[in-house]
């Protein structure tokens, strides 16, 4: 059983969707955390529907800013403000009845990986932590397109951010685009990979406000793992095309409590079959391991 709601985050709202097991209360719960500009109908429900299906309760949210939730202006991505949404999640978990605050697992897939790095390392109530085909420093994307392509986005950075500063309209760029395009990861295959994971008849707002670039190029998750006290699994993609893989077999290694699991996969493949059923399988044994369901 789903039931769609909302948290409070700031002064706005997030589009919330939580998801109950079968039996009573209280649950261990895992808490979704989607990549960069990824909403909840990015194929999230299928794994609420698995890891119910084992007996975890499941939270998923849009950032602010994205999809369903509240925010203004549109398609802006904050790390300051991930954080923020992800400590108002928990802050949610812990007010549910139904919802065990001691037992909370968090699961990150690709840019939401970093997210769940950076958020074990500087909280203590997070008993176990996923991530999946990960980006683990916010300029990987970039950088595997050479520097030439990140220097394209000077003058968009800067003009979003003065844009921003005097309140005018925001300067966007894509997201995600075909090699050549000026956007944040134009790899070959990045395209239909990304467009792979929108179900049809969903619309999906492709923009992303420029001046999150600047922010993302001094993000970098794997230098925190060190800090990660929970078990740690890392669902390492070896065929990654959108960051170097060896950077998330060091994350796994850096944390105390960390492995990791390598699958002869692509950044997109792992939502699909056959590689998906395989990785879920793996995530749900490590979940139930360490959340005891």
Same mark, same amino acid.
């Given at each position: ?165 005097? +309140?005018?309209?925001? =300067? @966007? ?10 956007? %944040? #990861?134009? $790899?070959?295959? *990045? ?66 409590? +960390?492995?990791?699991? =390598? @699958? ?10 056959? %590689? #998906?059923? $395989?990785?879920? *399988? ?12």
């Amino acid at each position: 059983m789903t039931i769609r709601t909302t948290f409070r985050s700031g002064t706005e709202t997030c589009a919330t969707w939580l998801t109950l097991p079968a039996g009573a209360g209280p649950h261990p719960v895992v808490l979704l955390i989607h990549g960069g500009g990824a909403t909840h109908s990015m194929m999230l429900d299928q794994y609420e529907r698995w890891f119910s299906a084992a007996g975890l309760a499941v939270v998923a949210f849009d950032f602010r800013h994205l999809g369903e939730s509240g925010g203004t202006p549109r398609q802006l991505m904050s790390i300051r403000r991930y954080f923020e949404d992800i400590d108002a999640a928990l802050a949610f978990i812990r007010d549910r009845p139904e919802l065990d605050a001691s037992r909370v697992a968090l699961w990150g897939t690709s840019f939401g990986a970093s997210h769940v790095v950076a958020t074990a390392a500087r909280r203590y109530d997070i008993s176990a932590a996923v991530v999946q085909c990960p980006i683990l420093q916010g300029r990987a994307p970039a950088l595997r397109s050479g520097l030439g392509h990140l220097m394209r986005f000077t003058v968009p950075i800067f003009s979003d951010l003065i844009r921003g500063a005097l +309140g005018l309209g925001r =300067h @966007y760029v894509q997201i995600v685009g075909r090699p050549g395009e000026l956007a %944040f #990861v134009n $790899r070959p295959g *990045a395209y239909d990979g990304w467009m792979s994971v929108v179900p049809g008849g969903v619309t999906f707002d492709g923009r992303i406000a420029a001046g999150a670039g600047l922010s993302m190029l001094f993000y970098d998750a794997a230098a925190q793992a060190r800090r990660v006290r929970c078990p740690l699994l890392v669902c390492v993609s070896d065929r990654e095309d959108l960051m170097d893989p060896a950077i998330a077999v060091r994350v796994a290694r850096a944390a105390p409590r +960390g492995e990791a699991i =390598h @699958y002869p996969t692509d950044h997109f493949e792992v939502y699909h079959p056959p %590689f #998906v059923d $395989r990785i879920v *399988a793996d995530q749900t044994a490590f979940l139930v391991k360490h959340l005891h369901p």
